[in-house]
C-alpha cells in the first residue's frame, strides 16, 4: 500500500474499492483494542502487505474456567424473519443460524431490497435482523422506513459497532442489538426478547 493508503486503512467507511464502505478493518482493529491487543503493519507497493495482530500474555492464574454452555435456546416455530444485509454471505449465514433454530427467513439483500421485501410479505414477517453498516440506504434509513410502515415492528440490529454506537436506536422497546460476530443463540435470544 501506498503511505496514504496505509495512514487511512482503519479508517471507517474508508475503502479504496470502487464499491463497499470500508468498515471491515476497522471493526477489527476495535475488536483486538477491546482485548488489549494490537495490529502491527508491514507494507511496500508491489511487495505485499503483512498484518500481524498482537495479544497480550495471559497469565494463567488470571484465566477463569468456562462455565458450561448454556441450553439451547428454543426455537421459533416457523415464524418469518426478514435478514437485511447487503453482503449475500453474511446474510445467508445469519438465515442459516437462524433456520438452526426453527425460524423461516427471507434475505433482503441491501436497504432498498429488504424494504421491497418487507412491503411484499406485510404482516407476515414477525421480525426484522438488519445491518446498521449498508450502502445507502443504511441500517438506520431502512429502521425508520419500516417503523414508519410498522411502528411496533421488532428489529434486531446487528453490527460490528459497540451498543454504545447503537444507543439511540436502542431507545424504541422493540430493538435489541448483537454485536458482529455472534453465535445463533445469542442471535436467537435477541428475537425472543424484542418478541417477548
Do not use: N
Not at 502487505?49 to 416457523?78: E, I, K, M, N, S
Not at 407476515?124 to 415492528?153: N, Q, S, W
Amino acid at each position: 500500500m501506498t503511505p496514504d493508503t496505509l495512514a487511512r486503512m482503519f479508517e471507517p467507511f474508508f475503502t479504496t474499492k470502487f464499491t463497499g464502505r470500508g468498515l471491515g478493518l476497522s471493526a477489527v482493529l476495535g475488536i483486538v483494542k477491546h482485548h488489549h491487543g494490537g495490529i502491527r503493519i508491514t507494507s511496500a507497493p508491489g511487495q505485499g502487505t503483512t498484518l500481524r495482530v498482537l495479544w497480550p500474555v495471559a497469565d494463567l492464574a488470571d484465566v477463569d474456567v468456562p462455565a458450561p454452555d448454556p441450553p439451547h435456546v428454543a426455537g421459533g416455530r416457523g415464524r418469518l424473519v426478514l435478514v437485511v444485509d447487503d453482503e449475500p454471505e453474511v446474510a445467508s449465514a445469519v438465515a442459516a443460524l437462524l433456520l438452526e433454530h426453527d425460524y423461516a427467513c427471507v434475505i433482503g439483500h441491501g436497504g432498498q431490497h429488504g424494504i421491497a421485501e418487507f412491503l411484499e410479505r406485510g404482516a407476515a414477517i414477525t421480525c426484522v435482523v438488519l445491518d446498521l453498516t449498508m450502502p445507502a440506504p443504511g441500517g438506520r434509513e431502512v429502521m425508520r422506513e419500516l417503523r414508519e410502515i410498522r411502528p411496533d415492528l421488532p428489529i434486531v440490529l446487528i453490527s460490528g459497532y459497540t451498543s454504545d454506537d447503537v444507543r439511540a436506536e436502542l431507545e424504541h422497546g422493540r430493538t435489541r442489538f448483537v454485536r458482529k460476530p455472534f453465535l445463533g443463540d445469542e442471535l436467537a435470544k435477541a428475537i425472543q426478547d424484542v418478541l417477548a
